[in-house]
């Protein structure tokens, strides 16, 4: 049941309309923007993946040095100890590399369609120890004058929350690690309730549990606890291997409503709703049963990982949620949703 309404001009990004960050490597994807106003007008912040230059009969590999500097690291492919059966995370000696590196770009424009870059705006990139591998994935939430970024930290230790916070874009408070390995999608409440601060994010386990959503609490956007689980992946059901949260939960009169994605065993990406109470946002109200937004359009089903449409960031305008998305992990995509739509689609 799919129930958005897609832009006509998608994909409104595609990797070719945004430069690469130095001449040694091209952009492979666009992928899952985090999305906020500011001076006006509408802004993402855009993961863009980068990758070398291939080479016949070898494999060359980014990574972030701890100063920033991108290094360049070649297998060759008949090499027994290299794997690269996985697009996307190679293997080499018990060791894992990423096919592609990631870092920050940010977009804007006074449409909502047509994006450009604006030089007095810089690209955030990883820096230090744990973001070797990239970052990734970055949720916008505005609370005041301060925007909080949440985002992917990727290091061959593991893959964990990092916070970012600003006013002006230009200056960065870079906060370390929120939410240890491994641990990612996390996204905040944008007001305190009951005096806290809230957090939704998905904790991982390859043996008991799974990849499930949880919530947290905080004094200070820094410091969590009071961890509990609200939504687990379901047999048989779209979202039976993995779950993770969007943006910022919506504030509504039936509740918060958080948009979230689900896959299936094939890797088959979709969106869902839950309806979380005012009160106590750790209890669920109610749960999409069959999806709100499928990978339908050909640019959702075909491109660098297909069958993928994915969410971290939208606008809110009276009934309306202007949802960003990343389709298939190569190209970035805009789609509207009624509010009053998904909650009677939840039975609301």
């Not at 991108?70 to 690269?84: C, G, S």
């Not at 940010?106 to 450009?116: A, M, N, R, T």
């Not at 905040?188 to 947290?216: C, D, M, Q, T, V």
Request: proline residues 6%.
């Amino acid at each position: 049941m799919d129930i958005t309404n897609r832009f006509s001009e998608n994909p409104i990004l595609t990797p070719k309309m945004v430069k690469p960050s130095t001449p040694s490597v091209g952009i492979e994807c666009l992928l899952n923007p985090g999305v906020f106003w500011f001076q006006g007008k509408v802004w993402l912040l855009v993961r863009v993946a980068e990758r070398p230059e291939q080479q016949e009969g070898t494999t060359t590999l980014p990574i972030y040095n701890q100063a920033g500097q991108l290094e360049l690291m070649t297998f060759r492919n008949d090499d027994p100890k290299f794997d690269d059966s996985d697009k996307r995370v190679f293997e080499y000696d018990g060791a894992h590399y990423l096919s592609t590196l990631s870092h920050l770009r940010l977009l804007s424009s006074h449409d909502g369609i047509h994006f450009s870059e604006d030089p007095e705006y810089g690209p955030i990139f990883p820096l230090g120890e744990q973001e070797t591998f990239g970052i990734e994935d970055c949720r916008v939430s505005q609370i005041g004058d301060t925007y909080y970024l949440t985002y992917t930290k990727v290091s061959p230790t593991g893959v964990g929350v990092g916070l970012i916070t600003t006013t002006d874009w230009k200056h960065f408070d870079r906060k370390g690690m929120i939410f240890p390995a491994h641990n990612k999608d996390c996204a905040l409440f944008e007001e305190r309730i009951g005096g806290k601060y809230y957090a939704l994010h998905r904790p991982s386990s390859p043996s008991i549990g799974g990849n499930y959503i949880w919530i947290a609490q905080s004094p200070d956007l820094e410091h969590w606890g009071h961890h509990q689980c609200i939504a687990t992946t379901r047999a048989g059901y779209w979202d039976c291997a993995r779950v993770g949260a969007g943006a910022a939960p919506i504030k509504t009169e039936a509740g918060w409503l958080e948009i979230y994605h689900g896959a299936n065993e094939a890797h088959r990406y979709c969106l869902g709703a839950l309806l979380l109470d005012l009160q106590n946002p750790s209890r669920v109200l109610a749960r999409s049963e069959e999806p709100i937004m499928e990978p339908l359009a050909g640019y959702e089903q075909t491109g660098f990982f297909g069958n993928v449409v994915f969410t971290n960031g939208h606008l809110v305008e009276g009934d309306t949620v202007t949802i960003y998305y990343g389709a298939s992990d190569e190209v970035i995509c805009g789609a509207q949703l009624s509010i009053k739509e998904v909650l009677k689609s939840l039975g609301r």
